[in-house]
Each structure stands twice: as structure tokens, then as C-alpha cells.
């Protein structure tokens, strides 16, 4: 089911609106979580980007410092079609910096530089901080601060946002050649071996949406621990865990299909098996990968979020989320894009 036609947690989607009319109205900012050392052979730069892809902007550091683009690094993947501040490393043993003001691009700037000893790793991050602003905004305001309060707090569906999947789906049909013994190149296969498993998750959580139990326990849940990668469980649903889903500590928890049998048992486990017997192609294809049977929380709860009209047509949202969540899951509860 493509993302657009998954199921809302609070009803009809109160608003329409456009986002990204300019980079500037979809701006980021990384949280890698850790300062730098100040020492070491790795130049730690704070980099800002407009219109750029991350790729790129990490080949072109490492033309400008003269050095393999397997010695720059960056935590994660950022838009395209935004504004955005990230870090980046460049390997760089016995040698200073070069002057990182002289970049050659005017849609990159390097805002600061510092040392570090370690290259910086794909996922070494803690998460992002978002400024959305919505423009051409038509629909009942108070509808819609009716939903923002229901966000703000119980969170939304912690759905996989459309860029997991590529243009049209394409990364679900490369999958699936994939499976069926197409040879894939190695750089693309985790990508789509990534997107098999979203589209289970996803579907899993449609589900649950569908029921009304994203943010609520079944018989046989796996908790996901927030801001950790860590899971536990089934055990029984007493106070002490309620109190946890309460206040945001823990929350239920999909899969991320693997080998072998998925953890949950009861009523969440046949509803995880249903779904994926519905998609055996991408379930066998992940199994016969070797892949791990992982667990990803059914609840996002942005931090710190805020909103404010800048007019009747123009809504500014601000929040913060942790790493490997989409500000575009949270905005799709919100408004809709406007029909061509």
C-alpha cells in the first residue's frame, strides 16, 4: 500500500496545504548527540546545504581536501529539497585543514570546523530537529489545532516515510527482481532489502491503526524502548508497564522481517504473521537474505513540538525526532497536498 493511502491515527486529515514550495520551508538540523575532541586526524565540519544531496556534497569535500571519498563520512542521509545542517568528516592524517571557507559551492557552506579521532558512521546520530512551514493552507484551523493537541500528546504512527521506498514504489519492484534472482549492484542491496521490510512494517501498523492499538497493548506485545534500538518482551500487561507506555518510556513495537519467527506471540504475532503472508515474496526474499527479525516502535512522539500561524495561509511546525523517523509522517496527519 504506497504511504499516501495508509490509514490517519485522528480521522479526516483536517487541512491542505504545500510543503517544500522553497527549500527554505523545510529546514533540518542533525543531533549527532556527542561534541567533538578537538584532536585527532578526522576535520569534523558543520556543514550547510540548500538544494544538494548528501552523496554529493560528501564527494565534493573530498575533491576539495584531496582525499578518497571512502575517507569522508557522514551519520545520515538528508532531503534534497531542503535546507539542511549536518556533519560530515574528512580523513585527514598529518595534514591541516584546507580552507573551508574557499568551498566552491554556493548551495554548501562549511559553518564550523573542529578535530575529531573517528571517521563518523552511518547511523551515529541521536536525531533531527525540524522547521516546517505549510503554505497555501486551506481548511478549518480549529480542526486542525484539534489534531496538534492529539499529536502533541499521543504521538502518531510511526509509518516509513515514501523516500524508503523511492520514486513510484521503484525500490519495492527492484526488491522483488532482486528476490526473483535478478543481480542487484552491492551498493543498492541494502537499500532494497531496507524497503522489503518497511513495507511489511508498514502494513503491519496499518493494521493497527485500522484497530486503534498503535499506542496501545495487545496479548503478545514486543516493547520498543524509547530512544534505544533495545526490545523485551511478551510478559504481561501490569501497572508498572502501562505507566511506562504513559509517559512515552516504552512503546508497542512492529517488525523489521528476518529469518525465522518474529518474537510476539498471542493476538500481535497472528496479526504479524497474516501481513506477512500477504507479501511471502518480500518475507522469504528477507528470510532467504539472512536478514535479523528486528523490532521498530509503533510510536513516534515528536519532541518539543510547537506551532504557530504566521497567517491565515501559512503554518510554521517545529520539532525534534529521533533518528530513522520522518517529519513527513507527522505533517500527513495534519494536511494533505492539494490536488494537481
Not at 543531533?31 to 565534493?60: C, F, M, P, S
Not at 530537529?129 to 489534531?147: K, N, S, Y
Not at 528476490?179 to 537499500?191: E, P, T, V, Y
Request: proline content about 6%; hydrophobic content about 40%; cysteine-free.
Amino acid at each position: 500500500m504506497p504511504v499516501s493511502e495508509l490509514p490517519t491515527a485522528y480521522g479526516a486529515v483536517p487541512l491542505t496545504a504545500r510543503l517544500r514550495t522553497t527549500p527554505e520551508d523545510f529546514v533540518v538540523e542533525e543531533i549527532l548527540g556527542y561534541d567533538a575532541e578537538g584532536q585527532g586526524e578526522h576535520a569534523l565540519l558543520w556543514v550547510e546545504k540548500r538544494g544538494a544531496n548528501t552523496d554529493w556534497v560528501a564527494r565534493e569535500l573530498a575533491k576539495f581536501a584531496d582525499v578518497a571519498p571512502m575517507n569522508v563520512g557522514y551519520a545520515g542521509l538528508k532531503d534534497r529539497h531542503a535546507v539542511t545542517r549536518q556533519t560530515f568528516s574528512v580523513q585527514l592524517p598529518g595534514r591541516p585543514d584546507p580552507d573551508w571557507s574557499a568551498f566552491p559551492h554556493a548551495e554548501v557552506r562549511v559553518l564550523a570546523a573542529t578535530r575529531h579521532s573517528r571517521k563518523l558512521k552511518r547511523g551515529a546520530l541521536r536525531g533531527n530537529r525540524f522547521v516546517l512551514i505549510l503554505r497555501d493552507v486551506q481548511g478549518v484551523r480549529e480542526e486542525a489545532e484539534r489534531v496538534l493537541q492529539q499529536i502533541a500528546a499521543r504521538g502518531v504512527p510511526n509509518y516509513f516515510g515514501e523516500q524508503r521506498f523511492g520514486r513510484e514504489g521503484g525500490n519495492l519492484a527492484q526488491a522483488r527482481a532482486m528476490f526473483a534472482g535478478r543481480r542487484i549492484d552491492r551498493d543498492k542491496r541494502s537499500f532494497l532489502l531496507s524497503a522489503a521490510r518497511s513495507q511489511i512494517f508498514n502494513s503491519v501498523l496499518a493494521s493497527r491503526v485500522e484497530q486503534g492499538s498503535w499506542d496501545t497493548a495487545l496479548e503478545g506485545e514486543i516493547w520498543a524502548l524509547a530512544g534505544s534500538r533495545s526490545w523485551f518482551g511478551p510478559e504481561p500487561f501490569d501497572g508498572a508497564l502501562a505507566a511506562r507506555l504513559s509517559q512515552g518510556d516504552i512503546h508497542p513495537s512492529g517488525p523489521l522481517w528476518g529469518d525465522g519467527e518474529p518474537p510476539t506471540t498471542g493476538e500481535v504475532g497472528a496479526l504479524e504473521r497474516a501481513v506477512a503472508a500477504g507479501y511471502a515474496d518480500l518475507a522469504q526474499g528477507l528470510a532467504r537474505a539472512r536478514m535479523d527479525q528486528e523490532r521498530r516502535a509503533l510510536r513516534l512522539m515528536p519532541r518539543e513540538l510547537r506551532w504557530r500561524w504566521l497567517d491565515d495561509a501559512a503554518l510554521e511546525l517545529a520539532f525534534e525526532l529521533p533518528a530513522g523517523a520522518y517529519a513527513t509522517v507527522v505533517v500527513r496527519e495534519l494536511a494533505t497536498e492539494p490536488a494537481a
